[in-house]
């Protein structure tokens, strides 16, 4: 999402609603950056809350949410079955319905360009999408490793 007067340094915070911590210790997967603006945190996706509502973990100064390093927030989930499966075979886990916008704000990619390259969308454990790229060796060990059914044209 681009803010008018890009140009300018906003300030962020990376943090968590204070609801899904509980007194327990805050773990990257409950984070997300927030636009700080007075009293209220607005998110990537246009809501907000108030700043008291968060823990706040880190501070950044930056023109727009896609120049932060998103890959210590709830963008990058471990434990999930969905998520990208690079060319290497690095499994990057998100939830179900993120993997755009983890293309965006963690790879700074397009989804068109990551499929372009070659990476998997893995949706569930019987769902992928790898687009018109065959498999690397890599890929297709991970997989079978993981799970994961292959075709054997793959």
């Known amino acids: 999402m ?3 007067g890009t140009e300018q340094l906003h300030t962020f915070v990376r943090g ?24 209220t945190l607005h998110n990537y996706v246009g809501g907000n809350m108030p700043r008291h509502g968060v ?11 896609d120049d932060l390093d998103w890959t210590h927030t709830r963008l990058v989930y471990p434990g999930r079955d969905s998520g990208w499966l690079d060319r290497n075979a690095r499994f990057w886990p998100c ?6 916008t983890q293309a965006r704000f963690v ?5 068109e360009t990551l499929e372009r390259r070659g990476w998997v969308r ?5 769902s992928y999408s ?15 490793k993981h799970g994961y059914p292959l075709l054997d044209d793959e």
């Open 55 to 65: 823990v706040i973990l880190e501070t950044a100064q930056a023109h727009s949410f």
């Open 16 to 39: 968590a609603h204070r609801l899904c911590c509980r007194g327990q210790t805050v773990q990257d997967q409950d984070t997300a950056w927030y636009r700080e603006e007075g009293d």
């Open 2 to 4: 681009e803010y008018p």
């Open 130 to 144: 790898a687009g018109n790229v065959r498999l690397t060796a890599e890929q297709r060990n991970w997989m079978r």
């Open 107 to 111: 790879h700074k990619e397009t989804v």
């Open 95 to 100: 939830r179900i319905a993120e993997h755009d």
């Open 122 to 126: 893995i949706h569930n454990k019987n």
